[in-house]
């Protein structure tokens, strides 16, 4: 298995990005530049000794030996080592709402990034327990399958995005049938489904899925983020409106989370600024009979950082020693 100890030291790799957009604005705004000097080939005879390949290799070496160093931090680790391990716990799989309303900031920072702070605490609070994640909009999809690698739970936490469902929409009724497939066949107990939602725009549906649910054991609990006043929805340069171009508000529909988690046998929660929610969850975790599941997990990681860094540290030598004067036998750029 190839993990990232630091996936969180990853987020630098985004600067290569803009910089070589500036090294690519810089290269032909020069080059722009000497045109309007003169001609180009006789302008370029004044510097008879500089070599726009040369330039341009020293740029990438830099920005190779960038990412190499970045990557280093991460710490890339290889798992070396199975083994059996029997636990004692439930199963809990956790529905996350990732349409366009849980970019809506009533809840700061937002409502998607206040629910994964949520979930990540809550990871934090897990001991024996399998945990696994779904996501949905207008469609539901399974992140993760149930694990007890919470190193890898939080891996996929951190990629989850509003763009990972391409069609809007709250479906809760597939997450939930979702949720009912993620468990293992044939145990009535033991399972406990989290869904983390606003609520807003939910397609229907959802009486027959939790009916079924509850007649395979799984408890049900809701929690909403949001407020019911209503907030605008980010989008690219604006805000979502309507028709006739009003600003459309996203409302949390608490009413219908408590509904869904009273016929679910569960509870309903609201997601607010505070971090007592994830106790208070787990209280009532506990009251969930345990069971006792065999898992093979990688025990043992062998870090790999130390190669990320020496490749960095030979492109850097490279670069340093790589002239930007053009060779005796260089062809033209």
Known sequence: MFRFEHIEYLWPLFAVIPIAGLFIFFFLWRKNAIRKFGNTSLVLQLIPDFSNRKHVTKFILLSLAYIFIVLGF????????QELVKRQGIDVMIALDVSNSMMSD???????????NFISNFIDQ???DRLGMIVFAGKAYMQMPLTVDYSAARMYLHTINTNMVPSQGTNIAEAIELANQ????GDKEHKALIIITDGEDNEGGVDEKISDAVKQGTKIYTLGVGSENGSPIPMESDFKRDEDGNIVLSKLNQQMLKEIAAKGNGKFFMLGSGGDEVE?????????????????IFTDFADQFQWCLGIAAILLFAEWWLSERKSKFSIKF
């Open 74 to 81: 991460a710490n890339p680790q290889i798992g070396t080592k």
């Open 106 to 116: 009533d809840v700061k920072p937002s409502r998607l990034d206040r629910a994964k």
């Open 126 to 128: 897990l001991n024996n």
């Open 182 to 185: 993620g468990f293992p066949e």
């Open 280 to 296: 208070v969850l787990m209280k009532e975790l506990k009251g969930i009979s345990t069971k006792q599941f065999e898992e093979m």
